[in-house]
């Protein structure tokens, strides 16, 4: 079955959707495990952290060979990792560095899937806005993580921690099946010659460092790793948060946590779209700084609700999730649309291991700073926990307001026609 360009990204929607049904799993069972293998809050926020290891391990290989090769076959290679991923982490995980090495093979095959889908439109996208494709596809990210946190969260409470994962294993492998019979290969293959893959190609330090050279471009990568660093870290703490809360309180929402988190996820996909509408017409840099600071002052009030009602702390997390995904799509549009074209998949690599690279230290800085201020049921360890992860985004603002990245090409906010 063929699809004209623009019908490619229903489908690949529906794949990431499916793809990343493993993401939020640890998330949903992290206070179970922490307590059944007596972990402290520093190591529990490594295990989340051993996900984002593995794709920052795999993801610069995976983004050249899209380059070199259709992006559809690095995509098969990675659904299947990612479920082999998630079966590890449900059948044999049985202490701190046995889920570790399962959550890095889970996220080597997000590292296979996420990227890569994006190249796969792209390389099929021949003509039309393609920065508004690109802006569904990142928002989708939410979609895909809110099913996690639903599913999972289901799962858990009727059949335990284990089946989480093994029956979450399906999703990444429907991604699989999603593309293998229904995005066709290109007409043309990328290479035709003998594949030969050195060092220098799964990290192209000199594609990098042209990237670098333009500020334009890097100033969307830095962007996006203080962006991915708040993120991650706020969903792997968030459903322990939510636990914290309702200790304090004494009251019970008419949601568990991992519904409420994952009901929360879906408000960043409008807002991740919207927001890049916004971009358009203010400017992708003023538009990104903006986002950051009013992100941070909505975690930071989230983080001092605990004790409050429970409306006041689910409406400070709705704020919260949306400022932090409204510049979500706008910085990959950016990225995408302001490097080079021969050097275009190097740059969506430096991009996507950069932002996970700050998706690595983000649980496990949260998690650290639990530890040293008190413990996750101290009210004033999560106010720093919290503060620890959004000074970054506001450290971004002020150093590219000084470098005068914000007032650099607002007339690149229009779509490319």
């Not at 640890?26 to 809050?41: C, F, G, I, K, P």
């Not at 962007?223 to 019970?252: D, K, N, Q």
């Amino acid at each position: 079955m063929r699809f004209r360009s623009a019908g490619y990204t229903p489908l690949m929607l529906m794949a990431q959707t499916f793809a990343l049904l493993g993401f939020a799993c640890y998330a949903v069972v992290l206070t179970a495990l922490q307590d059944e293998w007596r972990l402290s809050n520093l190591q529990s926020g490594l295990i989340a952290s051993a996900f984002f290891f593995g794709y920052m391990l795999v993801v610069p290989l995976a983004t050249v060979l899209t380059d070199r090769l259709d992006a559809r076959r690095v995509y098969l290679v990675g659904g299947v990792s990612a479920s082999c991923g998630l079966l590890g982490m449900g059948l044999f995980a049985h202490n701190f560095f046995s889920a570790a090495l399962f959550m890095a093979l889970n996220g080597a095959g997000l590292a296979g899937t996420y990227m890569p889908g994006l190249k796969i439109l792209s390389d099929r996208m021949k003509s039309g806005e393609l920065t508004r494709h690109i802006a569904f596809y990142t928002a989708f990210f939410g979609i895909g993580t809110g099913f996690s946190y639903l599913c999972s969260g289901w799962i858990l409470h009727a059949l335990g921690w284990r089946y989480v994962f093994t029956l979450i294993a399906i999703g990444p492998f429907a991604a699989f099946l999603l593309v293998l019979f229904f995005i066709p290969p290109l007409d043309h293959d990328k290479w035709t010659g003998p594949l030969k893959i050195y060092l220098r190609d799964i990290f192209p330090v000199a594609k990098w460092r042209l990237v670098l050279q333009d500020k334009n471009a890097s100033g969307f990568i830095f962007g996006y790793t203080a962006h991915t660093l708040e993120l991650f870290a706020s969903r792997s703490w968030l459903v322990a948060f939510f636990g914290f809360c309702a200790v304090i309180s004494g009251e019970s929402f008419f949601f568990t946590a991992t519904t409420l988190a994952g009901v929360i996820n879906f408000f960043g996909v409008p807002s991740s779209i919207l927001g890049n509408e916004i971009a358009l017409r203010v400017g992708r840099q003023k538009w990104v700084c903006f986002v950051m600071l009013m992100s941070a002052v909505m975690g930071i009030a989230l983080a001092f609700s605990t004790g409050h009602s429970w409306w006041l702390i689910v409406a400070l997390a709705i704020g919260h999730a949306i400022f932090i995904m409204a510049d979500s799509a706008t910085l990959t549009a950016g990225l995408v649309i302001s490097s080079q074209e021969n050097i275009k998949g190097a740059a969506m690599g430096l991009h996507s291991l950069m932002g996970f690279g700050g998706g690595l230290l983000g649980p496990a800085i949260f998690g650290f700073v639990l530890d040293l201020t008190g413990s996750r049921l101290s009210q004033s360890s999560w106010i720093w926990a919290y503060a620890a992860i959004v000074m970054w985004g506001v450290l971004f603002v002020l150093y590219e307001r000084r470098s005068g990245w914000v007032e650099k090409n607002q007339d690149d906010g229009r779509d490319l026609e």
